[in-house]
């Protein structure tokens, strides 16, 4: 698990800042409803973002993240995994996700992730897609700038570049050739669930592709320490957060 139910995004909220965002419900190619929430920014932005929350699916820290995005310009939506198994009610902290997380496939994650870039580009047809993603979310952000969804980039915390999963992927870095746009991973020197070696392999998969990218580790900081409760870590997120927005607005080149 990555979150608390009662963490929060250790982002300040920008004073002033007018955005509009509700519940709704997409539908994949396939036929699958599933639930998301969306925030868009006062006026239509030329970047977009989809957000792929961790293990427990949409839940208050990936709404006010949400919300957060708006306000510094960036429409953007967030998805939730389960529509296929448990349909569209809401994640508490009763969900059974543990039982649920290892029915996702690749193929249904991708298709939900090619609705959510089809919402987003009604208001702007020609805009430059994003996605971000924590823990799980991750490393399925960067396995989907390999799905041929035509995004610019893709963002992941702290998410594991040898891990099979969903089922029907193939790791981060085997698919590093395939991928479009540029990545930003931003982890946790400190993950004992994430060996040193893994993002390592991943950053040199990327250098041997080509493929535009930065790869963050942040010294003694835990998983997950993306959290406003993790106080010691507050300028780690700073920075992170800092950084998320300055790839949004210019990712780096090849």
């Known amino acids: 698990m990555c979150f608390d139910r009662d963490s929060t995004p250790p982002i300040t909220p920008v004073e002033g800042a007018s955005t509009r965002q509700h519940r709704l419900t ?6 699958n409803e599933f639930l998301a929430f969306e925030a ?4 239509p932005s030329d970047t977009a973002v989809v957000v792929l929350p961790d293990v427990r699916g949409l839940y208050p820290f990936y709404e006010e993240l949400a919300t957060r995005l708006a306000e510094a310009g960036y429409d953007n939506i967030a998805i939730d995994y389960f529509g ?3 349909g569209l009610g809401t994640r508490d902290d009763e969900f059974p996700y543990a039982d649920h997380v290892p029915q996702i496939t690749f193929s249904g994650l991708t298709a939900d992730v090619a609705a959510a870039v089809a919402r987003l580009r009604e208001a702007k047809p020609v805009r430059k897609i994003y996605t971000m993603g924590f823990c799980f979310g991750g490393s399925s952000s960067w396995q989907q700038a390999a799905a041929g969804h035509g995004l610019a980039g893709a963002i992941g915390f702290y998410g594991h570049a040898g891990r099979v999963r ?12 395939q991928m479009e746009g540029s990545i930003l991973a931003l982890m946790g020197g400190d993950d004992p669930g994430i060996p040193p070696e893994v993002t390592e392999e991943f950053d040199e998969a990327l250098t041997a592709a080509g493929v ?17 409760k993790y106080e010691e870590f507050a300028d780690e997120s700073a920075d992170a957060w800092k950084r998320v927005l300055a790839f949004l607005a210019n990712p780096p080149a090849a």
Not at 26 to 31: F, I, M, R, S, V
Not at 40 to 43: G, P
Not at 166 to 177: C, E, F, K, V, Y
């Open 26 to 31: 997409l539908t994949a190619a396939d036929g």
């Open 40 to 43: 868009f920014a006062d006026k």
């Open 84 to 86: 296929r198994t448990a």
């Open 166 to 177: 969903p089922q029907g992927s193939r790791p981060s870095t085997d698919l590093a050739p």
């Open 212 to 228: 535009p990218h930065e790869v963050v580790i942040y010294p003694g900081a835990p998983h997950s320490f993306f959290d406003r």
